[in-house]
């Protein structure tokens, strides 16, 4: 449906009257007749893409071309075998991929955008794609605008457009009163267009356009380029792969050449040689990375952290300092009002009906300077310091609601961090006008020059409120501080510094917020795991320090640094402290960014909570920004890396262990997969060099590696966590995957894998065994069952860790050891693979043999756990 200007006029005019808002059903039908408010995504892979992607290599397509030609001119048995195992590989590959993909659109659904509007009357949070024209939407600053709307309230409303325009200041958004006539449409003053960030300020307005009708959708097809993000692991990988090809490929071009020399035939060489290239070039590996991650950042939003870039899952690990915000984080944000302060006098809660009517106005300016509102279930929305503000006025029968009918507000400067205070003004009954500031205690000392009680003005005794409010602080209370003004008229010019000046001080409150439960523990463990914890925080210093001493963050007296100390130091001198610095107080948003960036000078891996429109920065320049989801802005989000969906900074020591873990399991996977690689390029090397035939045929290279040695490898992302994985120290964000002797271990592992087989080749030559073949592959198959079971921990004993713990894994290597023995058991399946049925002495054999390269991982351990201890 097209909507005309004069359809959204009428609108306009019959909204702003009422103010309530679409009705639900209304909405529906509009949601049905408008589409979706999206943005149309280029099309993402199909089905079919990612089941051809799954053949694309350039070496499985050789050896598909070399099987049919084989075929051809040989068996076409051969070729047939080697297309299903192929395929079978493909299968895996690609269940796996789905899986993945499905894993990430998941996560991006759960992290897609939400909008205020007013539907049936009340403020309700809905996705944003489902905001339809003739919606009213609420806007407040941090949030990102979500279609085109025109804007009928504005206050002090700035809106950044660079994502539209390219023009980086914040534009001012204006209507004339809401009593005159509206602005055309086209005038973008009065305008916020989708995608464009509310700075500062709130406005509300009518959606006049939704998803590709808006301007944002109008150029969005020319921003859609699908970015591929590589994590840190999965370049290294690649880089080292295509290394590792370049040997594998002279490792094959050599097995060839000494094949022709002992004069085999050339066609079984030339697919001997391409089969072991095929298994043996880890090309797979990236994809590996990515879907362990996809699979994991699934898992992790069950523990509240919603991942929205998958690197972070891998680099979770190497986190060395996590910088949270005290409000809401590492306290419960149940903010309550438990002592007031007026004339010098610390009043309790029980005591204040014998304060009135001293404490009046205080409660007037509490009711009134307040942006929370009753829901008609009863249910307060807001900020909870707002909150706890508007219950306590109103248990003392200063009710917002009805105050405002004598007091109307007639205009305000919205709170913001930078300057810790917020002013409302209103009209009083006597047609003059009274302004009410509320903010941080020492914002509002600097800006009283006296004090009211009871309706008298007198001096003010700074000094003493400074010293009441610090003993408040220091039982942990969040103090906010109340002042006032009157006026005979509405200022012209309504800046802070022409408002918030010359005011009567009123009094203030001292509120707890309790630390969360879970966090104590959770330190505890970071500080185990080697990160160190840092509060940074708009609050007190003092009250920083009672609650960062509650939860054992700081210890002593460690240093405190304020927002002011840090404008004062210099970068040097900063740089040289920052690691030891533990608590950050009355820090504005934007210093964030200096922290971060001074830790990170300093070799730190750093991750940053914000929630605010000005953490935006800070989060994107930290390693891991992570945002809010409950009381984070759009904007805050949108520039993380991971949601708290619970706002709770145990979960960000909860991610962690899971991305430890993840890229533990990954590591191992790695090790895993690599000596199975190196057993078998040992095995066909080496045998013709001891005088042997070629051990092993194509079809036996293919199998071992397209599939058995798949499944359990894929089991091992499954591996539960390592004993001691909270207690070892961050781990290098640059550290080679080879490091903690992995690449050593790839090594010597492979060497006596290959050892065992060259040995149980030469042995049943020797002694005459005619299946020597399917013993020689037999025992490779089975050492890598031994192998995947010994280095499922990179210390512990498999006896430690209790065999049942893994059960995929169990699982997989029973299907595993089935399959094998299908092969050699099942006639037409012999006929195939070109295997013999084994006698029992001649299966014992290579299950004795087999077991050797597990014996001597575990004993590898062994040594290790001894050489720690
Ligand atoms: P954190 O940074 O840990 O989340 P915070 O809420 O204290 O904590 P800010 O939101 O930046 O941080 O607030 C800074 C200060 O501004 C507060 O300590 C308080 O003194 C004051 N303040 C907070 N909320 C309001 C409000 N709604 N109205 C007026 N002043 C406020």
């Known amino acids: 449906m097209n909507w005309h200007c004069k359809e959204v006029d009428e609108i306009l005019h019959s909204l702003k009257s009422s103010e309530q808002g679409l009705t639900t059903d209304e909405a529906g039908k509009r949601l049905i007749s408008c589409g979706d408010n999206t943005i149309k995504q280029i099309k993402s892979r199909t089905v079919l893409h990612m089941v051809l992607d799954q053949f694309k290599d350039f070496m499985i397509m050789v050896l598909i071309a070399a099987a049919i030609v084989s075929g051809i001119i040989g068996e076409p048995k051969d070729t047939i075998a080697i297309l299903v195992i192929v395929i079978l590989n493909a299968v895996i590959g690609f269940v796996q991929e789905y899986r993945a993909e499905k894993a990430i659109e998941a996560l991006r659904m759960m992290a897609a955008q939400v909008a205020t509007v007013i539907r049936d009357g009340e403020a309700a949070s809905i996705p944003a794609s489902d905001i339809v024209p003739g919606d009213l939407v609420l806007l407040g600053a941090g949030n990102i605008t979500p279609a085109d709307i025109r804007l009928i309230k504005v206050a002090h409303c700035k809106i950044d457009e660079s994502s539209l325009t390219g023009e980086s200041v914040p534009v001012e958004k204006h209507i004339n009163r809401l009593t005159d006539n509206m602005m055309p449409l086209g005038d ?170 001293a404490i009046d106005k205080l409660f007037l300016a509490m009711a009134l300077n307040n942006d929370a509102t009753r829901q008609k279930n009863g249910r307060c929305l807001g900020d909870p310091t707002e909150i706890a503000l508007y219950r306590i006025s109103e248990e003392n029968e200063y009710k917002k609601e009805n105050l405002l009918k004598d007091y109307p507000r007639v205009t305000e ?148 640094v304020t927002g002011g100390d840090l404008e004062k130091l210099s970068i040097n001198a900063f740089e040289k402290k920052v690691a030891d610095i533990r608590i950050y107080a009355r820090v504005a948003p934007e210093q964030k960014l200096r922290i971060v960036k001074a830790l990170q000078n300093q070799g730190e891996f750093v991750a940053m909570t914000g929630d605010g429109v000005n953490d935006a920065p800070a989060l994107k320049c930290a390693d891991i920004g992570i945002a809010m989801g409950i009381t984070g802005t759009d904007v805050s989000r949108e520039s993380s890396d991971m949601i708290l969906l619970d706002d709770n900074f145990a979960t960000i020591i909860k991610a962690i262990r899971r991305g430890r873990r993840i890229f533990d399991n990954i590591r191992k ?37 397209l599939v058995t040695d798949g499944l359990p490898g894929l089991a091992l992302t499954a591996e539960p966590e390592e004993k001691r994985i909270m207690k070892r120290p961050p781990r290098h964000p640059k550290e080679s995957i080879f490091a903690h ?69 169990l699982g997989a290597i029973f299907l595993t050891f089935v399959l094998q023995m299908a092969i050699i058991y099942v006639p037409f399946l012999n006929s195939i693979f070109k295997t013999q049925p084994l006698t029992l002495n001649e299966l014992f054999l290579c299950l004795i043999l087999s077991t050797i390269v597990f014996w001597g991982v575990e004993t590898a351990k062994w040594l290790r756990r001894r050489n720690r201890a």
């Open 741 to 809: 002797s992995l690449g050593l271990d790839i090594i010597w592992v492979g060497l006596l894998m290959g050892g065992v087989s060259i040995f149980s080749q030469a042995w049943a030559i020797k002694t005459g065994h005619g299946s020597w073949q399917t013993m020689v592959f037999t025992v490779l198959c089975l050492s890598q069952m031994g192998n995947v079971l010994a280095l499922r921990s990179e210390k512990e004993s498999l006896f430690s860790l209790g065999l049942f713990s893994n059960i995929p894994l």
């Open 188 to 357: 973008r003053k009065n305008m916020a267009y989708k995608g464009t960030v509310v700075s500062y300020g709130r406005a509300n307005g009518i959606v006049v356009s939704t998803g590709m009708n808006t301007e944002f959708g109008k150029i969005a097809t020319m921003l859609q380029e699908q970015i591929e993000v590589r994590t840190p692991l999965q370049k290294r990988l690649a880089k080292f792969g295509k290394k590792l090809a370049i040997a594998v490929l002279a490792i094959c071009a050599l097995v060839f050449g000494v094949g022709l020399l002992r004069g085999e035939p050339p066609l079984l060489m030339f697919l001997t040689a391409i089969s072991l290239a095929v298994a043996a070039i880890p090309e797979a590996l990236p994809a590996v990375v990515t879907i362990s991650l996809a699979i994991g950042a699934k898992k992790m939003v069950k523990q509240n952290a919603l991942i929205r870039k998958l690197p972070a899952v891998e680099t979770l690990g190497s986190v060395t300092y996590i910088c949270s915000d005290k409000t809401g984080t590492l306290t419960q944000n149940k903010m309550e009002v438990q002592e007031i302060s007026i004339s010098g006098k610390t009043i309790k809660l029980q005591s204040i009906s014998t304060q009135r009517p």
């Open 669 to 705: 996977f790695i090790k895993y997969t690599m000596t199975s690689n190196a057993g078998e390029i040992w095995t066909i090397f080496l045998a013709p060099f001891l005088g042997l035939p070629i051990p092993l045929l194509p079809i036996h290279i293919l199998w071992i590696n």
């Open 413 to 560: 400067i919205p709170f913001d961090s930078e300057r810790k205070c917020m002013t409302t003004f209103h009209r009083t009954p006597e047609n003059g006008y009274i302004s009410f500031t509320k903010g941080a205690i020492e914002t509002l000392l600097e800006k009283s020059i006296d004090e009211l009680n009871c309706e008298e003005k007198s001096a003010i005794d700074k000094e003493n409120i400074h010293r009441m409010s610090e003993a408040m602080a220091q039982r942990g209370l969040r103090v906010l501080a109340f002042a006032m003004k009157e006026w005979t008229r509405l200022p012209e010019d309504l800046t802070p510094k022409k408002i918030e000046t010359g005011l009567s001080f009123l009094g203030f409150v001292g509120m707890i917020d309790p630390p969360r439960k879970e966090v104590a523990e959770a330190v505890a463990l970071c500080k185990s795991a080697g990160i160190n914890p840092v509060m940074i925080t708009g609050d007190h210093p003092v009250t920083a320090k009672a609650i960062a001493k509650e939860l054992n963050i700081i210890d002593n007296e460690e240093e405190i």
